[in-house]
């Protein structure tokens, strides 16, 4: 069989697995180091996050459909709380998904939840609202235990000054200038439902920009990221976000900001599921 021909009968596979009426619904939270990979979404020639999930579906049940995942990481961004659905032909419990998947993925990736949902629902079409943590490593030398989710940034930075200018971009705004330029989308209307600069607990060097809303624009967190250390060592001016919220110009922002700071750290659906595990609550709760 030709390489097009397997890839045909993949596709079959999967469109006859959507038409069964025997499916059953599951939603997985996923955690990654996002380093090795070519972002979320899959690559003709790239290893991705769901390139790499759906290999560990289909060593359960062959017949499971394409995840439907709610966010299209990129490149070496991380994540705590990304969502992703799938169907499946076999009746397996939640319990059953995360153990069985844990076995199949590379140990950058891991299943932490599962819960039944509808077959074919669509987690994208329920989203509440998304988080973001990005974090600053402020160390003149580097640090192999932090370096690898941390921006480090080798000079002190005006936390002050930073978090006055993040409050100006709470709220509804059209973020058009805060996007990159992959993004071409015509509706920049986005809500900052809540953004905010605190040390990180467990390290005084760390600070973490926290942004959670509805949607975001493509590179719109690390744009937003790279522009506050601009203002935090006095490169641009404590108002330079409400300029570029009037220009709408993507000139009027700093830098954007390495992907190695971001985790998408939590999505929040309108809807939930059924036969969660591991149960909310103590970490031993659901053996």
Same mark, same amino acid.
């Given at each position: 069989?030709?390489?097009?021909?397997?890839?045909?009968?993949?596709?079959? #596979?999967?469109? %006859?697995?959507?038409? =069964?009426?025997?499916?059953? $619904?599951? *939603?997985?939270? *996923?955690?990654?180091? &996002?380093?090795?990979?070519?972002?979320?979404?899959? +690559?003709?020639?790239?290893?991705?996050?769901?390139?790499?999930?759906? &290999?560990?579906?289909? =060593?359960?049940?062959?017949?499971?459909?394409?995840? !439907?995942?709610?966010? #299209?990481?990129?490149? $070496?961004?991380?994540?705590? &709380? +990304?969502?992703?659905?799938?169907?499946?032909?076999?009746?397996?419990?939640?319990? &059953?998904?995360?153990?069985?998947?844990?076995?199949?993925?590379? !140990?950058?990736?891991?299943?932490?939840?599962?819960?039944?949902?509808?077959?074919?629902?669509?987690?994208? #079409?329920?989203?509440?609202?998304?988080? /973001?943590? /990005?974090?600053?490593?402020?160390?003149?030398?580097?640090?192999?235990?932090?370096?690898?989710?941390?921006?480090?940034?080798?000079?002190?930075?005006?936390?002050? *000054?930073?978090?006055?200018?993040?409050?100006?971009? +709470?709220?509804?705004?059209?973020?058009?200038?805060?996007?990159?330029?992959?993004?071409?989308?015509?509706?920049?209307?986005?809500?900052?439902?809540?953004?905010?600069?605190?040390?990180?607990?467990?390290?005084?060097?760390?600070?973490?920009?926290?942004?959670? %809303?509805?949607?975001?624009? /493509?590179?719109?967190?690390?744009?937003?990221?790279?522009?506050?250390?601009?203002? %935090?060592?006095?490169?641009?001016?404590?108002?330079?976000?409400?300029?570029?919220?009037?220009?709408? *110009?993507?000139?009027?922002?700093?830098?954007?900001?390495?992907?190695?700071?971001?985790?998408?750290?939590?999505?929040?659906?309108?809807? =939930? %599921?059924?036969?969660?595990?591991?149960?909310?609550?103590?970490?031993?709760? $659901?053996?």
């Amino acid at each position: 069989m030709t390489a097009p021909e397997a890839a045909l009968g993949d596709e079959a #596979r999967r469109v %006859g697995a959507a038409s =069964s009426p025997d499916l059953h $619904g599951v *939603l997985l939270t *996923l955690a990654y180091d &996002g380093a090795p990979f070519c972002g979320y979404a899959k +690559q003709a020639n790239g290893r991705t996050i769901a390139g790499e999930l759906e &290999g560990a579906i289909a =060593s359960v049940d062959p017949k499971a459909t394409s995840t !439907r995942g709610v966010s #299209r990481t990129d490149a $070496g961004v991380h994540a705590r &709380g +990304q969502l992703v659905a799938f169907d499946s032909t076999k009746d397996i419990d939640s319990r &059953g998904w995360v153990l069985a998947l844990n076995q199949e993925l590379p !140990r950058e990736i891991a299943v932490v939840r599962a819960v039944r949902m509808p077959a074919r629902f669509e987690p994208r #079409r329920h989203v509440l609202h998304k988080s /973001y943590v /990005y974090r600053f490593l402020e160390s003149r030398t580097r640090d192999p235990l932090v370096d690898k989710f941390a921006w480090r940034v080798p000079y002190r930075l005006n936390h002050l *000054l930073m978090s006055e200018a993040a409050a100006t971009i +709470q709220g509804e705004h059209d973020f058009r200038a805060f996007r990159g330029s992959a993004d071409t989308r015509d509706e920049t209307v986005r809500h900052i439902f809540r953004i905010s600069l605190a040390p990180a607990a467990h390290d005084s060097r760390i600070t973490e920009l926290t942004v959670t %809303g509805n949607k975001f624009l /493509y590179n719109m967190i690390r744009i937003i990221a790279g522009t506050l250390v601009d203002i %935090g060592r006095d490169h641009l001016p404590p108002d330079t976000f409400t300029r570029a919220l009037a220009s709408g *110009l993507r000139k009027d922002l700093g830098i954007t900001a390495p992907p190695e700071g971001l985790v998408l750290h939590e999505i929040q659906l309108t809807q =939930s %599921g059924t036969d969660q595990w591991p149960p909310l609550g103590p970490l031993w709760g $659901g053996c």
